[in-house]
């Protein structure tokens, strides 16, 4: 990037996503999952959803964005039940040892407020190669998340460890909430944001 008295600008072969594109692309996802809610295994409404073609280009990247929001969404989920203070073990009454109730707990609850998504995602991977590393960094988190596997691992045996367990979580029903900890909500209420 050139230089200009210490200060860098974009030449004019740089693209940066403007606050206006960021939206055209939310709004045509979210009208193409609102259509897939139908039929999510069918194919994609792409052609059928206005700007689609101009937003996104092909069915292709649409589907990888796609895939990067149930990242996003799915991580926060796991963010919101593994993460949490009545983690910690400085924390009396303290949570599980084991993440794998809690990384199960989240991808039930991402899975079922994100069903049309993850359904047109599960539908579409076969048909679509390059989806496949962002689904398999998505299992390599589940995996090391939940305790089942080490970062240091091969990525190839991560992956494997990590879709044995999503399996396993397609065949289970979603185990019930746990209790709130009284102690790790107060000191939620006592903690200062930020």
Known sequence: ???????????????????????????????????????????????????????????????????????QVLGGYLRAHVAGPEDADEVPGGGESDHVDAVSRAWHEAARDHATLRAVLDAHLPRYPALRPMHDAELRMLAITAGLAEPYEPRDEVAKVGAAFVALLRNQAPAPARRANPVGQLLRKLAPAG
């Not at 008295?5 to 939310?26: I, K, L």
């Open 1 to 71: 990037m050139p230089q200009t008295g210490g200060m860098a600008r974009v030449t004019e072969g740089d693209q940066a996503m403007s606050w206006n594109d960021f939206y055209r692309r939310r709004d045509v996802m979210e009208a193409v999952l609102r259509q897939a809610r139908r039929a999510p295994d069918a194919e994609l409404p792409f052609a059928g959803i206005e700007g689609a073609e101009e937003v996104f280009g092909t069915e292709e990247q649409l589907l990888q964005a796609l895939q990067h929001k149930w990242t």
